[in-house]
């Protein structure tokens, strides 16, 4: 979707009349890539974040997890807290790199050419994952078992992605870029990209060791520090919190946190 800036009164008219073109305010947007083959998440990405973390080892290469494409969605979409996992729900701002032609075992030199661009991405957590015990719901911990962490990610709306896909020939340095994210306008993350541990070129390479990507596909390079689980005390979204995901050269991804709906509930 494009944004007309400046146009012929008659000309904005007669598009306005043909339906070509509708106000901001009332836009919908989708993922920008709604239905990708091949999704994947990376964690463990950013040398800050290891730290914030208690000085996690740097892994050797990307740490991958594969993410449903149904919990993407788009810019201006609510975030759901899950009826049964809505207490600790997390932010985690992140770089999201797209898939432009076919690519299986291409090396690093040649992974540049088969980015189509980047898009911002929020890639939701739920970090309060429960179990049943003999009829009796228990708190089970978080970072006992990765499973869980990416199960947690996979919840309705928590992949929310755009507003656009930026090609890849406006960022002429993907690791030159400014991350923020912000809380109800307050920072709550921040940091350039040049703090990866993994350039982009390593990303598509690695993982185009395992999966034959296909234009659509999706790597997000995962979060940088100051997520809300590592905050003392931790800090987590709420009803009604607006989280807003900043990239320098790319958009302003902006989604509201919205309560449970009682009527999903139901029995776990």
């Known amino acids: 979707m494009a944004e007309i800036e400046e146009a012929d009164p008659a000309t904005l008219a007669e598009l306005e009349h043909a339906g070509a073109i509708i106000a901001a305010s009332d836009a919908r947007f989708a993922a920008p890539i709604p239905d990708p083959v091949h999704f994947m998440g990376c964690g463990l990405a950013y040398r800050q974040h290891l730290r914030e973390m208690g000085n996690t080892p ?158 659509g596909d999706i790597i997000s390079t995962g979060s940088p520090a100051g997520v809300g689980i590592a905050k003392k005390p931790p800090v987590f979204l709420r009803d009604g919190d607006v989280v807003e995901v900043d990239i320098s050269g790319l958009c302003t991804l902006s989604n509201r946190v919205v309560a449970a709906n009682p009527d999903r509930a139901g029995s776990r």
């Open 58 to 215: 740097a892994p050797k290469n990307p740490v991958l997890f594969l993410c449903s494409p149904g919990a993407l969605s788009g810019h201006n979409a609510p975030i759901p807290l899950p009826p049964h996992q809505g207490q600790m729900v997390d932010y985690e701002g992140e770089l999201a790199i797209v898939i432009g032609k076919p690519c299986y075992a291409v090396s690093e030199d040649a992974a540049m050419d088969c980015v189509a661009g980047y898009i911002v991405h929020n890639d939701v957590s739920a970090r309060d994952h429960v179990a049943e015990v003999q009829s009796v719901t228990v708190p089970v911990g978080m970072l006992d078992a990765w499973g869980r962490n990416v199960g947690g990610k996979q919840h309705p709306g928590f992949s929310p992605m755009g507003p656009y896909l930026v090609t890849a020939d406006e960022i002429p340095d993907p690791h030159a870029l400014h991350l923020t994210v912000r809380v109800n306008g307050a920072i709550v993350q921040d940091v350039m990209t040049d703090d990866l541990i993994f350039c982009v070129a390593h990303y598509v390479s690695y993982v185009s060791q395992w999966y034959p990507l296909v234009p």
